[in-house]
């Protein structure tokens, strides 16, 4: 199974600030055929199911807003947010699909300071 | 509107068994690989199982530590996939999710889109006597 570390496991921010969550796979995410690293991000709000917001490591979601960005290759990412608004409040996973079993980071907990 | 309900969660007595299941609209299940996922309260996510589209042959895989207790199997006419929980466990509890894999493909010079894209409410499973 590979391994998903996020850091760090909570993240207080300031209104209009920036935040940036890492994440690191035990092994390459990359597939060289195609130049894709596998892993997507989403965002889960308390009592809400998970909402995808970032695949192919920084293709955005249809919908999410571009103050949301992604970063990195093969096992080390970046999950940027560039300018904290209140509704961005989550727990923030990112997850690799290069191959079975899937698996997530633990979450990284974002709240405003 | 592409929309996923799970339902079927219940209190149950360890050593039961459950179905859930995962009511699909907007979509057929059989055109997508179709995931189960669970959260423990307060915890992570974690990987269940899925089956296949069609087009990969409807086979399913589960999580190893899972595997023999959990099943999953479709009704693509009535849009419905099922999680069957067998011999449950105080561990079990949590709350169950489906969800849909929009990925099919990734080729060099043609990469559509790939990731979860729709989850359901999830239904809470709990495993007490």
């Known amino acids: 199974d590979i391994m998903m570390t996020q850091s760090p496991d909570s993240l207080a921010v300031s209104l209009g600030g920036r935040a940036a969550i890492n994440c690191k796979s035990g092994q390459s995410v990359f597939f060289d055929s195609n130049n894709k690293s596998y892993l997507a991000w989403y965002q889960q709000k308390p009592r809400e199911p998970p909402k995808l917001i970032m695949y192919w490591a920084s293709t955005r979601e249809s919908g999410v807003p571009e103050r949301f960005s992604g970063s990195g290759s093969a096992t080390d990412f970046t999950l940027t947010i560039s300018s904290l608004q209140a509704e961005d409040v989550a727990i923030y996973y990112c997850?690799?699909?290069?191959?079975?079993?899937?698996?997530f980071g633990q979450g990284t907990r974002l709240e405003i300071k | 509107d592409v929309r996923l309900v799970e339902a079927g969660g219940a209190l149950v007595p360890p050593g039961r068994s459950l179905r859930l299941s995962c009511s699909a609209s907007?979509?057929?299940?059989?055109?997508?690989?179709m995931h189960w996922f669970r959260q423990a309260p307060g915890k992570g996510l974690e990987w269940v199982g899925l089956i296949r589209s069609d087009g990969y042959g409807g086979t399913t895989e589960y999580a190893a530590s899972l595997r023999g207790r959990f099943t999953i199997s479709r009704e693509d006419s009535n849009r419905i996939a099922y999680l069957h929980l067998n011999n449950l466990k105080a561990e079990d509890t949590a709350v169950y999710y489906c969800a849909r894999d929009s990925f099919f493909y990734c080729g060099k010079d043609d990469c559509p889109r790939a990731g979860l894209d729709c989850w359901g409410q999830g239904t809470l499973v709990t495993v007490s006597s």
């Open positions: 907007g979509f057929s299940l059989g055109d997508y690989n």
């Open positions: 997850q690799q699909y290069y191959s079975h079993p899937i698996t």
